[in-house]
């Protein structure tokens, strides 16, 4: 049995040794490498997949935003926002969602904030082509946000129309008991999209100063809660302008690999009625090349405001789009 033992171990022994003889040198659970050959940097978090892509770089896109001077700047959104002082931007947002939610800015008092309690803003967008909420503008989307908040949660102010500077706004406000923290949402509408500023913290007065601030804020004149559609500098957005008889000449795009993603596209056709800008929300690169490829051979009619032709920007989905969410029992016969 001793001897039995001893040639078990010995084995053992030998098979660790071959292991580590093998072992591969780039990380990983047995490599023998502390030094890998590629480093991650501080801070960064690698996601290999579908990412957000743009076939051009001088057209802003949602996600192009940046704080920089202490100002955060979004060029698609034509918005500008002066921080509170002592705020800062620690990290930047995930990349767009296929459901079309953008996380825009996280803003948060920096080290040297010296008010007695903290908080913090969250700039967001939800692209109203490819929301799965059951709404169609961002008065829709904050009045479901109510309704659907969790039962522990009470309302300090129903869904009220507001104004930030000169800019209509929707305003709500709720707390929960429980973790003694209240949000001030407030929403426009722009270009399709419901973009939203979240202000959270344990201190109502400071959610009240950080209110004063936002009147700083800079918007195109067409945001609106109800009815920002584009136009004037920038296209006209219009859902499922590519499903209907708008499009003159259509090509499929031909993938090479089977997959079952989402892929939201937004598009801007130009006054001839090409394609002149693709924005992947979220797309594999072979997607993204062929779906490029296809729109190429696109041709739509072009797109008239008052007899004078104008660009458009609209929303198309391929692949397997995620479903929905079901409206209120109430307002499930109206939808």
């Known amino acids: 049995m001793q001897r039995k033992r001893l040639l078990v171990a010995f084995a053992l022994l030998v098979g660790l040794q071959a292991s580590a003889q093998s072992a591969p040198r780039n990380g990983g659970d047995f ?28 057209t802003p896109v949602p996600e192009g935003g940046n704080v920089g001077n202490n100002i955060f700047r979004d060029a698609y959104f034509g918005m500008t926002y002066t921080l509170p002082s002592d705020w800062t931007e620690k990290y930047k947002g995930p990349p767009p969602s296929d459901s079309g939610r953008y996380v825009l800015a996280q803003i948060r008092p920096a080290d040297t904030f010296k008010g007695a309690a903290r908080g913090s803003i969250l700039i967001t967008a939800d692209d109203l082509f490819f929301t799965t909420q059951p709404v169609a503008n961002a008065v829709e989307l904050v009045k479901y946000s109510k309704d659907n908040l969790q039962t522990d949660y009470k309302i300090e102010m129903p869904p009220t129309s507001t104004k930030i500077g000169t800019h209509p706004f929707i305003f709500l406000a709720y707390w929960s008991p429980i973790a003694e923290l209240h949000w001030y ?12 500023f979240v202000l959270t913290s344990r201190d109502t007065k400071l959610l009240q100063n950080l209110m004063l601030d936002l009147n700083k804020i800079q918007l195109p004149a067409e945001a609106d809660p109800a009815a920002g559609t584009g136009g004037g500098d920038v296209p006209v957005c219009i859902k499922n302008y590519a499903d209907s008889g708008n499009v003159i000449t259509r090509a499929d795009p031909v993938f090479t690999e089977r997959r079952f993603n989402a892929v939201p596209v937004r598009i801007i056709i130009d006054k001839e009625g090409k394609v002149k800008h693709i924005h992947f929300l979220s797309a594999f690169p072979d997607q993204a090349k062929a779906i490029t490829d296809a729109f190429k051979q696109w041709k739509f009619k072009p797109y008239l405001r008052d007899r004078r032709p104008m660009e458009v920007e609209t929303g198309i989905m391929f692949g397997r789009a995620a479903q929905p969410a079901r409206a209120e029992a109430g307002n499930a016969a109206t939808q």
């Open 31 to 58: 490599s023998d490498n502390t030094q890998p050959l590629t480093k991650v940097p501080a801070g960064v978090i690698l996601v290999k997949g579908a990412w957000s892509s743009a076939s051009d770089s001088s």
């Open 185 to 196: 949402v407030l929403a426009t509408e722009i270009r399709c999209h419901a973009v939203q």
